[in-house]
């Protein structure tokens, strides 16, 4: 059968698709391409075609700028081209005020889709229990416009019907249907309608479930419509379980798609010549929950995922080149923007930071006392990478106060860094971590210290992800050649309280005393 796609309509919440569906054969796998697709932290993503372009959106949780864009010509290579917004809220729990955080909380997953020439996003917020819509006729030079209302709807899907309604689904097992206003302003009243009663049945049921049909995504192809769900079953993996219907109230009829591979939430994307696939994630330790795509073929109506059920270490793709410099980069802060592959930790304060003061520099000043590096403001941040990867700073310590501690971390839920501190009028380079009980009652430990005579100072860190090792070395050099390992081998974890994968962070707080400040000349990242 042809796989030329005849028709294309809407590219909305159900990608509205007429196509020839093909039976691919297991040549069409043989590639470079390798999964995963990213290997790093793009978590719930969401994804659209719109002509040669694919545009995919990921959780933010409490970085901002928020909600990422991502776009690329072959499925493969991927640049981060936009934010959403720059914050959400301005409450203690966004700004790290009065004790306050939204570690593990912030954005989830967001949903994008595109009708006639405007692009629509969307995504919620547990902290200022809302909802959100972003609107753009241009992801990569058109600006944002902005609609919110409560509640905050969790990991939900939109869909632009062909005769001007939209509809959001959302639910955790009991999934519903609801009416959204025109305006975007909120919930149609007296339209929640409830879809599927048990959205894990096709793998069990709700009995069986540790956690039951949630992250919807739904597709309208060739007249059916078809609603992605991940399900994890007690003592199983996350799996992929599709409802289809001809009506978008249903009755639904459900059928597991993937299991046993521990990749799901997601849902389809085709190419231009008419091939199908899905994209998920999978759980990889410490690095995150990261992208795999799966080839799909079309059987009776259901879309078949997978090369004879697994996921396949290569795609009929190009070959996925480094994530440099498209989703993490390094930086001479020679420019006068932060650059799009950097989100800063919770809210920042903008009289704090700068690239302007001293050119070629950022600066990074104290505003006030902290106690614990995870309430610092300021820390900005950009993903680690798998299997592994190094980051490091050439950083100007001259004008820091005493108490004061700056440099490179390594941000998560369980985190170590290595940054100089000063302690009177001496530097001191010393390696910090928050062992796992300890760090839930707010504590960190100075694991190794060691002073120096130097204003300029060069501070690395290198992750091991390969087969879940998750581990971290620390090192310093005061003339960017001769590198000393300080304070051991850090393990790294992936936990709830933080719910993402290990950041490098560079920061500068205060411990004694605010008003100083540290320059950093560089970062440098590298496989």
Same mark, same amino acid.
């Given at each position: 059968?042809?796989?030329?796609?005849?028709?294309?309509?809407?590219?909305?919440?159900?990608?509205?698709? %007429?196509?020839?569906?093909?039976?691919?054969?297991?040549?069409?796998?043989?590639?470079? #391409?390798?999964?995963?697709?990213?290997?790093?932290?793009?978590?719930?993503?969401?994804?659209?075609?719109?002509? +040669?372009?694919?545009?995919?959106?990921?959780? /933010?949780?409490?970085?901002?700028?928020?909600?990422?864009?991502?776009?690329?010509?072959?499925?493969?290579?991927?640049?981060?081209?936009?934010?959403?917004?720059?914050?959400?809220?301005?409450?203690?729990?966004?700004?790290?005020?009065?004790?306050?955080?939204?570690?593990?909380?912030?954005?989830?997953?967001? #949903?994008?889709?595109?009708? =006639?020439?405007?692009?629509?996003?969307?995504?919620?917020?547990?902290?200022?229990?809302?909802?959100?819509?972003?609107?753009?006729?241009?992801?990569?030079?058109?600006?944002?416009?902005?609609?919110? &209302?409560?509640?905050?709807?969790?990991?939900?899907?939109?869909?632009?019907?062909?005769?001007?309604?939209?509809?959001?689904?959302? =639910?955790?097992?009991?999934?519903?249907?609801?009416?959204?206003?025109?305006? &975007?302003?909120?919930?149609?009243?007296?339209?929640?309608?409830?879809?599927?009663?048990?959205?894990?049945?096709?793998?069990?049921?709700?009995?069986?479930?540790?956690?039951?049909?949630?992250?919807?995504?739904?597709?309208?192809?060739?007249?059916?419509?078809?609603?992605?769900?991940?399900?994890?079953?007690?003592?199983?993996?996350?799996?992929?379980?599709?409802?289809?219907?001809?009506?978008?109230?249903?009755?639904?009829?459900?059928?597991?798609?993937?299991?046993?591979?521990?990749?799901?939430?997601?849902?389809?994307?085709?190419?231009?010549? *008419?091939?199908?696939?899905?994209?998920?994630?999978?759980?990889?330790?410490?690095?995150?929950?990261?992208?795999?795509?799966?080839?799909?073929?079309?059987?009776?109506?259901?879309?078949?995922?997978?090369?004879?059920?697994?996921?396949?270490?290569?795609?009929?793709?190009?070959?996925?080149?480094?994530?440099?410099?498209?989703?993490?980069?390094?930086?001479?802060?020679?420019?006068?923007?932060?650059?799009?592959?950097?989100?800063? %930790?919770?809210?920042?304060?903008?009289?704090?930071?700068?690239?302007?003061?001293?050119?070629?520099?950022?600066?990074?000043?104290? *505003?006030?006392?902290?106690?614990?590096?995870?309430?610092?403001? %300021?820390?900005?941040?950009?993903?680690?990478?798998?299997?592994?990867?190094?980051?490091?700073? #050439?950083?100007?310590?001259?004008?820091?106060?005493?108490?004061?501690?700056?440099?490179?971390?390594?941000?998560?839920?369980?985190?170590?860094?290595?940054?100089?501190?000063?302690?009177?009028?001496?530097?001191?380079?010393?390696?910090?971590?928050?062992?796992?009980?300890?760090?839930?009652?707010?504590?960190?430990? +100075?694991?190794?210290?060691?002073?120096?005579?130097?204003?300029?100072?060069?501070?690395?860190?290198? #992750?091991?992800?390969?087969?879940?090792?998750? /581990?971290?070395?620390?090192?310093?050099?005061?003339?960017?050649?001769?590198?000393?390992?300080?304070?051991?081998?850090?393990?790294?974890?992936?936990?709830?309280?933080?719910?993402?994968?290990?950041?490098?962070?560079?920061?500068?707080?205060?411990?004694?005393?605010?008003?100083?400040?540290?320059?950093?000349?560089? &970062?440098?990242?590298?496989?």
């Amino acid at each position: 059968m042809n796989s030329k796609i005849l028709s294309i309509g809407l590219l909305t919440a159900g990608l509205v698709i %007429n196509s020839c569906q093909n039976q691919q054969t297991p040549s069409i796998y043989e590639s470079g #391409c390798t999964n995963p697709v990213i290997w790093a932290d793009v978590p719930d993503l969401s994804m659209i075609r719109n002509g +040669e372009y694919y545009y995919m959106t990921s959780t /933010t949780m409490h970085l901002n700028p928020g909600v990422p864009v991502m776009r690329s010509k072959d499925l493969a290579n991927w640049e981060i081209v936009s934010y959403c917004y720059d914050t959400l809220g301005t409450m203690n729990e966004t700004t790290l005020e009065n004790g306050k955080n939204t570690y593990g909380r912030g954005s989830w997953a967001s #949903c994008i889709r595109k009708v =006639g020439k405007k692009f629509f996003v969307s995504t919620f917020d547990q902290v200022t229990n809302k909802t959100y819509f972003f609107l753009t006729d241009s992801i990569e030079t058109g600006k944002w416009e902005r609609h919110e &209302f409560s509640p905050s709807l969790h990991d939900h899907t939109v869909f632009f019907e062909d005769d001007g309604h939209v509809y959001m689904i959302n =639910g955790n097992g009991r999934l519903s249907i609801k009416e959204i206003k025109p305006d &975007f302003s909120g919930v149609k009243p007296e339209s929640e309608k409830v879809l599927i009663e048990d959205g894990g049945l096709p793998a069990g049921g709700k009995e069986k479930m540790m956690l039951n049909a949630e992250g919807s995504q739904i597709f309208k192809i060739n007249g059916k419509y078809y609603l992605f769900n991940i399900v994890w079953p007690q003592g199983g993996m996350r799996t992929v379980v599709c409802h289809r219907a001809d009506n978008i109230f249903g009755p639904y009829e459900g059928k597991v798609l993937l299991k046993d591979q521990g990749v799901a939430q997601g849902g389809l994307v085709d190419t231009p010549d *008419g091939r199908w696939f899905a994209y998920l994630f999978g759980d990889r330790g410490a690095v995150g929950r990261i992208p795999y795509l799966v080839p799909v073929e079309w059987k009776d109506g259901w879309p078949i995922l997978g090369v004879n059920g697994k996921v396949p270490d290569t795609l009929a793709l190009p070959v996925n080149k480094s994530l440099i410099p498209g989703i993490v980069d390094s930086d001479d802060f020679n420019t006068d923007k932060i650059k799009l592959v950097w989100q800063w %930790n919770h809210n920042p304060v903008n009289e704090l930071w700068s690239l302007s003061e001293r050119q070629g520099f950022l600066r990074l000043k104290t *505003g006030r006392i902290d106690s614990i590096f995870t309430q610092s403001r %300021n820390m900005l941040t950009q993903r680690t990478f798998g299997p592994k990867c190094f980051g490091s700073v #050439c950083l100007d310590v001259t004008n820091l106060k005493d108490g004061d501690v700056a440099g490179l971390a390594l941000l998560a839920g369980q985190f170590g860094y290595i940054g100089v501190k000063k302690d009177g009028d001496k530097n001191f380079i010393t390696v910090v971590d928050n062992q796992p009980v300890d760090s839930l009652k707010g504590v960190q430990h +100075e694991v190794e210290s060691t002073a120096v005579d130097a204003n300029t100072i060069y501070l690395k860190a290198d #992750c091991y992800f390969k087969d879940r090792a998750d /581990t971290a070395n620390f090192f310093y050099s005061v003339d960017g050649i001769e590198w000393k390992q300080l304070g051991g081998k850090l393990q790294m974890v992936y936990r709830l309280d933080h719910f993402m994968g290990q950041r490098f962070a560079l920061f500068n707080y205060s411990t004694k005393e605010e008003g100083g400040y540290a320059d950093f000349d560089w &970062f440098k990242i590298s496989e």
